[in-house]
């Protein structure tokens, strides 16, 4: 299982020092990648789910869910599965609002 967190901290903090692991911070959103064992040893199929908060109010948010399958695991990473999974639940959204940008103007 692949977990991805999006968090928000204080601008001050440095990420990579252990002690501001303590510091107060806010989960945003969340997307939990599961294999689902089904795909070959080159190709794998995942289950994903998205935790999609509305802007500024990430306790009132919905749960997406999409499937990528023959993800080819050998030859790309984590960062493209989470791509391939936000391109399924998210692209049609962001496509419209570009769109409602350019009217705009």
């Not at 939990?32 to 199929?45: A, K, L, P, Q, W």
């Not at 998205?50 to 509305?54: A, K, N, S, V």
């Not at 692209?91 to 769109?99: I, T």
């Given at each position: 299982?692949?977990?991805?967190?999006?968090?928000?901290?204080?601008?001050?903090?440095?990420?990579?020092?252990?002690?501001e692991k303590q510091r107060p911070h806010t989960d945003i959103a969340r997307a939990?990648?599961?294999?689902?064992?089904?795909?070959?040893?080159?190709?794998?199929?995942y289950h994903v789910e998205?935790?999609?908060?509305?802007a500024y109010n990430p306790w009132a948010g919905v749960v997406l869910e999409t499937e990528v399958h023959e993800f080819p695991r050998r030859e790309l990473g984590a960062w493209d599965?989470?791509?391939q999974a936000l391109d399924s639940l998210v692209?049609?959204?962001?496509?419209?609002?570009?769109?409602a940008a350019v009217a705009d103007l």
């Open positions: 299982m692949i977990i991805v967190k999006i968090e928000r901290w204080p601008d001050q903090v440095d990420p990579d020092d252990p002690r939990v990648i599961r294999n689902d064992h089904s795909g070959t040893h080159e190709t794998g199929n998205l935790y999609d908060p509305p599965l989470l791509y692209r049609d959204r962001n496509a419209q609002q570009q769109g």
